[in-house]
């Protein structure tokens, strides 16, 4: 039975990934205007362009030229930057970690604040917690992201001075300065992501209270603390660890406004500078790996899932 | 001004010693002994707004690309913006008798990094790499230009095709950048991320998007420089942000074309070294359709008001006045630009529409998309030039490749675009017929005939006079218009010395060195 | 009957409005339970979601009005420079939320803003309603390959990092409000599609429609007379809080400076515009981000308000 399932969502998987790839393809094959805009030079001749055209795969049909990409791609090989030469696996690979501690850290935040928060107020729906709760959440849903990086950038970095209005600092020039550079954009990005935890966990909280074992509990003189933290949650876990892993592919893709807005060198900028210069082998290649960890994240979710829910297994 | 109540205890404190300072006789906030001789070591950061995408010696010639690119090759000949003369650099003189036939010698011993010797052969691979169409060298239509020959290892012989005494600024930019052969051969399309030169520093590693590392090469030629250990090149792009690093003390060069921070920073005890460029911010007029029309184009020229761009979107800059800055060899009063006059432009426009019948004329103004300070302008251009009956302006904002795309092919009507660099030869390429970024289809016979002047003669009164001739031109029929000079401030703490503008965004950074 | 997808009701939260990443906006939504779900312990909570409700309501029909009819307003027209440059709000009767950096009247290019924001996310929501409904009740209705079909482009979609797809439709055609419109409707139809299918294989086997399939009606017969009007009701009920997340697109888009081209002032560019000049007037963010804060919010409140009513009436 498990393996049909695996087979079932590795075919799922495979279908997704490759309409993905075929649909950029077409789209970055539609585009109307020179594809060499980027990189042909003032008073290029004709020998320049079509020695660009062959040195950047651009000649022969569309499934040809699909399909060799296909080919190189399944071996690891997703071609070189038009523009800077480098190959499109290290240009990744170097913006990935950014976006990815952004992504983590952002979800870690929305963590911190979305357990006590959402625990509290599924032990006490409709209290003060409750509906203080409910009602911020509800004014973060209604700030779009620019907006609420803009204000934080406002508040802290212009008018408190306390925080760098743009920009990154590696890890390499100090860990203080590194924290500093990431704390406005993870707070930007956390904001949304915690409301979405806090929703999950009151209302997974409210079901659970009400459950027999939680009663049992209560009867045996466990104090209230420890039921909530320990036996209450524990079944909400597994759905916070599925939601959470479902952001995390989904903010990979994700987190193109926050690193606009704060000049931060993640796949993000990376992949506004490769479609705005027409640099479709980085494009494509970005696509696909960010296609993959979202496709994966998800088939991770829906397969551990059943195994991890007791609730689930038992129904 | 900015409340800071941190600051302004520091400030309360800082004014307090300054007093004290001044009472014993020395007013300067940064007590600084006099420059003296120049010493080695330190790291010296620069920072600028973007930075290069590869450091190949064939496609760094222009813009960003140059500052690496000088650094780990070094330049053949140098352009001295201050005198206007081209002195040696990795070249020991390039020289002609009759503009055609020209001799370069090299310096004799010189090798690259990775021991292979920087010689004529070196010199001629280079530039015949740089005519491979597969490479899309923007530096192929100066090499399109010459022959050369290898006489000796250190002697390259080149012929130009057409007499041009300006050849040897090609060598300043264009074919300036030598790198070494077995290097190129051996790592091919790896090349430009893992350059090998004979230039004063090497290339350590690069963070893409965030910073380049150099190490001084200790087989530079020109000993005892380059003096710093180290040259970091960071990417900053918020003006404001770079600002505070170099305040900070994070970045010991800030290079930014805005002028607002040239003031602040002399306040603070700093240095700005600042250079004319050619051109400034403005737009292209086409010549095609109907701004192929001689009125057409004075029309608009009369409606532009640059005071009014100026103060809306670059208030408390100069505003430009015609084409050359008053400070420029090149100044001429004939350059002004025309006066504004709404009447006067639109009487033309009523002349030529009752002439060739036509109903309303409706340009394009391009400009790259994402820019607030370029769209605010644009949108005061339009609404400056639709103030009159039978105008209508479409600003079409579009992305890098897209925006190049239209350049490239000449379609616009109006097109944003700086002239940049700094040697007025750059002004051939744009304006004279046939020139290898003439887009817009500029042709004029006076233009040609003065641009012609500068490359055939040989006498530098001559020569300027040709410039301004051509310059006067291309204002009186419009041809380009602009409200605000180019310009690059560099800024540096007291401490660093050395620092002069050489390129239109980069300096000499083996000329540097930081008091300790 | 209507969970007929995998997850038990109560964990809920994965299947999220998944146009768009959150950060742009959406409301973390779940087609699968209906809101009864989530606990209401006194009328009092009902009556005060119905207070935010109503304000929101009010608001967005302020606004649409105002949108709809602002040229008979008396304004100066938001393209006419002036020379009273980043006037702050509230000092100049004439301006009466300030100018911007060419000065040019807040207010009027607020409202003339919202034309535009409005005007493609009522499109968006109107093409997403149509694509994702068709889709999901053929998908629902005939299953098998249909239904695979739909998977596969559903998830393809979703799949699809959305900044980017709109990113990269945007950036490779000049934008225009239709062409936003379109790119953003695909991108939105998934959700409809889902919410369509779920309720059509809810109402498949339900006796009137059964009872039609044995009198010999045709497979469009029963689409349109049994099934739609009964999938419409929960799918309508979506359709602001989609526009909601719509608005929020179109905005991100604006500021990142890929939507409609100027001089048509948008809340997104106007924010984008008003960043630079953040230290020394922040009105110039404020004005444009308050009535996007507001229009957004309003959206969601109404959208929520009109899921509950929905989940309560319809008993699936």
């Known amino acids: 039975m498990m393996y049909r399932a695996v087979a079932r969502h590795a075919a799922k998987l495979v279908s997704v990934l490759a309409l993905v790839s075929v649909t950029t393809f077409l789209l970055l094959e539609t585009i109307p205007g020179d594809r060499l805009a980027s990189v042909l030079p003032e008073g290029a001749t004709p020998e320049m362009r079509a020695a660009a055209e062959e040195r950047f795969g651009l000649n022969g049909s569309l499934p040809e030229r699909f399909f060799s990409w296909l080919g190189s791609a399944l071996q690891g090989d997703l071609g070189r930057s038009m523009q800077s030469q480098v190959p499109v696996t290290d240009s990744i690979l170097e913006r990935l970690p950014v976006t990815l501690e952004l992504a983590t850290l952002s979800i870690l935040l929305a963590l911190l604040i979305a357990i006590p928060v959402g625990v509290y107020s599924g032990y006490r729906p409709g209290g003060l917690v409750d509906r203080i709760a409910t009602f911020l959440c509800s004014i973060t849903l209604s700030i779009p992201s620019f907006l609420l990086g803009v204000l934080l950038v406002f508040v802290f970095a212009v008018t408190l001075s306390a925080l760098p209005v743009t920009g990154w600092t590696p890890l390499s020039e100090g860990l203080v300065p590194h924290i500093r550079s990431l704390v406005l954009p993870v707070v930007t990005l956390a904001a949304v992501e915690t409301v979405g935890f806090i929703r999950l966990l009151r209302n997974d909280m409210v079901a659970t209270l009400q459950q027999d074992f939680v009663l049992s509990a209560r009867a045996r003189g466990l104090s209230t603390p420890r039921i909530l933290l320990v036996h209450a949650l524990r079944p909400s876990a597994f759905s916070l660890l599925t939601v959470m892993g479902v952001s995390l592919g989904r903010l990979i893709g994700g987190t193109v406004i926050v690193e606009t807005l704060f000049s931060l060198p993640g796949l993000g900028t990376l992949v506004i500078t490769a479609i705005t210069g027409r640099d479709f082998l980085l494009v494509q290649g970005i696509v696909l790996v960010v296609a993959v960890a979202y496709v994966l994240l998800n088939a991770l979710v829906d397969l551990t899932y059943p195994l991890l829910d007791p609730r689930v297994r038992t129904s | ?516 | 009957m209507s969970h007929s997808l995998d997850k038990p009701a109560s964990v809920v939260s994965e299947e999220r409005l998944p146009i768009l990443d959150p950060q742009d906006g959406s409301a973390p939504v779940d087609e699968l339970t209906p809101p009864s779900a989530e606990v209401e312990p006194a009328g009092r909570r009902r009556r005060r979601r119905d207070v935010g409700a109503f304000f929101g309501g009010c608001w967005l029909v302020t606004i649409v009005l105002a949108a709809l009819f602002v040229d008979l307003l008396p304004l100066p027209a938001p393209d006419v420079v002036g020379n009273l440059y980043s006037l702050p709000p509230f000092q100049n009767a004439e301006h009466i939320l300030g100018t911007d950096q060419l000065g040019r009247d807040q207010l009027s290019r607020a409202l003339h803003g919202a034309r535009i924001s409005l005007a493609v996310a009522i499109g968006a929501t109107l093409v997403a309603m149509v694509i994702g409904t068709a889709a999901g009740l053929i998908a629902g209705y005939f299953r098998r390959a249909f239904d695979v079909v739909f998977d596969l482009s559903t998830n393809t979609i979703l799949a699809f990092p959305p900044l980017i797809l709109l990113i990269a439709l945007v950036a490779l055609r000049e934008p225009s409000a239709v062409t936003l419109a379109i790119g953003l409707g695909v991108v939105g139809a998934p959700t409809f599609a889902r919410i369509a299918r779920a309720n059509t294989i809810a109402y498949a086997d339900r006796e009137f429609v059964i009872a039609a399939k044995s009198m010999g009606s045709s497979s469009t017969r029963i689409l349109r007379r049994e099934i739609l009007p009964n999938v419409l009701l929960p799918v309508v009920s979506f359709a602001t809080v989609v526009a909601a997340t719509l608005v929020v697109a179109e905005g991100s888009l604006s500021f990142l400076g890929l939507g409609v081209p100027p001089p048509a002032p948008s809340w997104g560019g106007m924010i984008a515009a008003g960043r630079e000049s953040l230290y020394e007037n922040p009105a110039l963010v404020l004005v444009p981000g308050v009535f996007f804060f507001l229009t957004v919010f309003s959206l969601n409140r109404v959208g929520d308000w009109a899921r509950g009513r929905v989940g309560r009436e319809s008993s699936l």
């Open chain 2, 1 to 516: 001004m900015r409340i800071r109540p941190r600051s302004t205890a520091v400030a309360c404190i800082g004014a307090v010693v300054a007093l004290l300072g001044s009472a014993c006789g020395s007013g300067e906030a940064s007590s600084l002994s006099p420059a003296g001789d120049p010493v080695r070591g330190g790291t010296l950061v620069y920072s600028y707004n973007t930075e290069a995408q590869s450091v190949d010696p064939a496609t760094c010639a222009i813009g960003i690309g140059v500052g690496p690119c000088q650094a780990v090759y070094g330049a053949l000949l140098d352009y001295d913006l201050e005198t206007g003369e081209i002195e040696p650099g990795m070249a020991e003189s390039f020289t002609t008798e009759d503009g055609k036939a020209w001799t370069l010698k090299l310096r004799p011993g010189l090798t690259f990094s990775d021991g292979t010797p920087f010689d004529a052969a070196a010199v001629a691979f280079n530039w015949g790499r740089i005519l491979d169409p597969a490479l899309l060298s923007p530096s192929a239509s100066v090499a399109k230009t010459i022959d050369w020959e290898v006489v000796d290892p250190t002697t390259l012989s080149v012929t130009s095709k057409e007499v041009n005494y300006q050849l040897d600024f090609g060598l300043t930019e264009a074919l300036a950048y030598i790198a070494s052969p077995t290097a190129i051969e051996a790592l091919g399309a790896d090349f430009g991320n893992n350059p090998v030169g004979a230039g004063p520093f090497t290339l350590t590693s690069w963070a893409r998007g965030t910073e380049m590392i150099l190490d001084r090469n200790p087989t530079y030629w020109d000993q005892p420089r380059p003096y710093v250990d180290r040259l970091v090149l960071k990417t900053i792009p918020a003006d404001d942000q770079r600002f505070n690093a170099l305040q900070a003390g994070e970045v010991d060069v800030m290079a930014v074309t805005v002028q607002k921070y040239a003031a602040r920073a002399e306040g603070a005890g700093m240095k700005v070294t600042s250079a004319p460029l050619l051109g400034g911010t403005g737009f292209r007029l086409s010549h095609r359709g109907p701004l192929a029309d001689p009125d057409v184009r004075t029309a608009i020229a009369k409606l532009i008001d640059n005071e009014q761009i100026m103060n809306a979107v670059y208030p408390g800059e100069p505003v430009a006045s015609g084409f050359t800055p008053e400070d420029s060899p090149l100044y001429d009063p004939g350059s002004a630009w025309p006066e504004r006059d709404v009447q006067g432009a639109q009487k033309l426009l009523d002349d030529y529409r009752s002439r060739t019948g036509s109903g309303d004329i409706e340009l394009t103004y391009v400009l790259t998309a994402g820019s607030p300070v370029l769209s605010q302008t644009a949108e005061l251009i339009q609404s400056q030039l639709q103030q009159v009956d039978g105008l209508r302006v479409r600003i079409v904002p579009l992305e890098g490749a897209a925006f190049a795309a239209a350049m490239t092919s000449g379609d616009y009507d109006l097109i944003v675009s700086g002239l940049g660099g700094t040697h007025p030869d750059n002004l051939y390429k744009v304006f004279r017929t046939g020139g290898s970024s003439n887009n817009s289809g500029y042709s004029n016979p006076t233009v040609d005939e003065a641009l012609d002047l500068t490359h055939t003669s040989n006498d530098p009164a001559v020569v300027e006079s040709a410039y301004k001739t051509a310059i006067n031109e291309l204002v009186a029929t419009n041809a380009y218009r602009f409200w605000r000079h180019a310009r690059t401030d560099l800024i540096s703490p007291a401490n660093v010395h050395g620092v002069e503008v050489a390129y239109q965004y980069w300096f000499r950074p083996e000329l540097v060195w930081i008091q300790q």
